[in-house]
């Protein structure tokens, strides 16, 4: 496992735009503590984000992994071009060659994505921390650990949505194609959703649609708008129901798993079926 990951990390390595996405990747990460310096006007008076009880335990951990969880494009570009620059450079045949197995090529992809996955986690894991303990109200120890699942939420959908870049890499060979098919499934998916919505109703729709490899990846984290303490305040003030279960379930996780076992399991299919 350590060879293989020393040799993707050797060609990251002499990637030059590699390491600006990746380290984009990561200053954008940094910028989340920046949200606590918003402030807005509102019925004339000042409010500060801070203020919204979004870095209070344990709510700040579904903020923050949600928040970062957008950002997971920049480094979605560092694997798709990973993978394009494969064929384009002839590093695959020439891997393959000096005895690499198609089966061992695939796995170095893999571990690096769920490298990137746990170093990005860690990373938010901190933040979180800081930010938490800066800020939140709440820092007794069962109150701070209490949804720190949600970082675990992040790091598995990290890895499915990574998981799903590599395996169009594979399939299209050039990554901007494989972004723009990745774009495309995107509305695909939505397209599904509106048909379903129309002819079954909202609740049979979301129960096929969480089984959609983009729909699977989002459900294990649910935005966390409808949590904020100004949004509770005006749906009690008009009696508006916005219940909504935030909780991350083991078949969102399951499903999301198995999304992650087809991708790589295609990726390996394909290089085997193709002539390098």
């Avoid at 709510?59 to 923050?64: E, G, L, N, R």
């Avoid at 993978?83 to 170095?108: A, C, H, P, W």
Wanted: net charge positive; glycine share 4%; aromatic share 18%.
């Amino acid at each position: 496992m350590l060879r293989l990951l020393q040799i993707e990390f050797y060609k990251l390595k002499h990637s030059r735009s590699s390491k600006i996405l990746a380290l984009a990747y990561f200053i954008l990460l940094s910028l989340i503590a920046l949200v606590t310096s918003i402030k807005f006007s509102l019925g004339g008076r000042e409010i500060s984000v801070a203020d919204m009880g979004i870095f209070n335990f344990p709510i700040i951990w579904h903020f923050t992994t949600y928040i970062a969880s957008m950002l997971k494009f920049f480094l979605a570009i560092v694997i798709v071009s990973m993978m394009s620059n494969e064929y384009s450079n002839r590093t695959l045949k020439q891997n393959l060659i000096d005895g690499l197995s198609k089966k061992e090529f695939v796995l170095s992809k893999f571990y690096t994505v769920i490298a990137f996955s746990l170093l990005s986690a860690i990373f938010v894991f901190i933040l979180t921390l800081i930010l938490g303990y800066s800020f939140s109200d709440y820092t007794e120890f069962s109150i701070v650990t209490r949804e720190v699942s949600f970082v675990f939420a992040y790091f598995l959908k990290l890895v499915a949505f990574f998981s799903f870049c590599l395996f169009l890499g594979v399939l299209v060979k050039r990554s901007a194609f494989a972004l723009g098919f990745l774009f495309v499934w995107w509305i695909i998916e939505n397209i599904f959703y509106g048909i379903f919505r129309y002819q079954l109703g909202a609740d049979i729709s979301k129960a096929i649609l969480q089984f959609f490899p983009l729909e699977a990846m989002s459900n294990l984290i649910d935005r966390p708008v409808e949590r904020l303490d100004f949004v509770q305040a005006a749906a009690n003030q008009l009696q508006a129901n916005i219940g909504v279960d935030y909780a991350l379930h083991w078949y969102e996780v399951l499903i999301a798993s198995l999304w992650i076992f087809l991708f790589i399991y295609g990726t390996l299919s394909l290089l085997k079926k193709r002539d390098l």
